[in-house]
């Protein structure tokens, strides 16, 4: 004879499995969306802040004829252009303690992601509980110099500066983690330079690990 399952245990394994299927369901569709979601936002976050704080650094302090020294033989050729670099690295030095700094804040507060924005619809983006996805920067900022330079008409040459910044951020949700590559490049000076830009005897850029 079959036995009938108490209701008491019938509930019980019927409470197991619906867990066990929320846990599956949140585990393999919403935590990586959320994943994705929050890369994303974190992306934008960590990229407005190294922007912001490299223009207020740069614009504060960064003076093309200070940085750059071009030199020029008696009938007024460029004969060298040199990068002070000790200037180029206390600049880079600062912009990273002001990210870094900001960079801390938003690991504390995280970002958070409402569960409507997880179906695609515009009208429920805002809509129901928050998942909150933090973040933690994993190493150090790196940062370099990119020195472009460019014809800008007879006898006269456009020259750029850029500064380069990468670093790693882990995204941290329930359960799970990601590590993303966060860059951007910030344009540092655009400078037109009158006379002729030697093809050697360059020395403009550098790299730096802050």
Do not use: W
Request: aromatic letters at 8%; hydrophobic letters at 40%.
């Amino acid at each position: 004879m079959l036995r009938l399952i108490p209701s008491n245990l019938l509930i019980v394994l019927l409470i197991i499995f619906a867990f066990n299927s929320i846990i599956y369901i949140f585990g393999k569709r919403i935590l990586p969306t959320v994943l994705n979601i929050g890369e994303i936002k974190i992306k934008s976050e960590a990229v407005k802040i190294m922007n912001e704080e490299s223009v207020n650094v740069y614009s504060e302090n960064f003076k093309y004829d200070d940085i750059i020294d071009i030199e020029k033989d008696a009938d007024g050729n460029i004969t060298m252009i040199r990068a002070d670099t000790v200037k180029q690295n206390y600049l880079v030095s600062q912009v990273v303690l002001q990210c870094n700094e900001k960079l801390s804040e938003l690991e504390d507060l995280g970002v958070k992601v409402p569960v409507g924005y997880l179906t695609n619809n515009i009208m429920f983006y805002n809509m129901g509980p928050k998942i909150t996805v933090k973040m933690q920067q994993v190493g150090n900022i790196v940062t370099s110099y990119e020195s472009i330079f460019e014809s800008a008409g007879i006898n006269q040459t456009r020259h750029k500066i850029y500064l380069n910044l990468n670093l790693t951020m882990r995204i941290v949700v329930p359960f799970n983690s990601r590590d993303v590559e966060v860059s951007c490049q910030i344009p540092v000076s655009d400078t037109i330079i009158v006379g002729k830009i030697p093809d050697t005897a360059i020395n403009t850029s550098g790299n730096n690990k802050n």
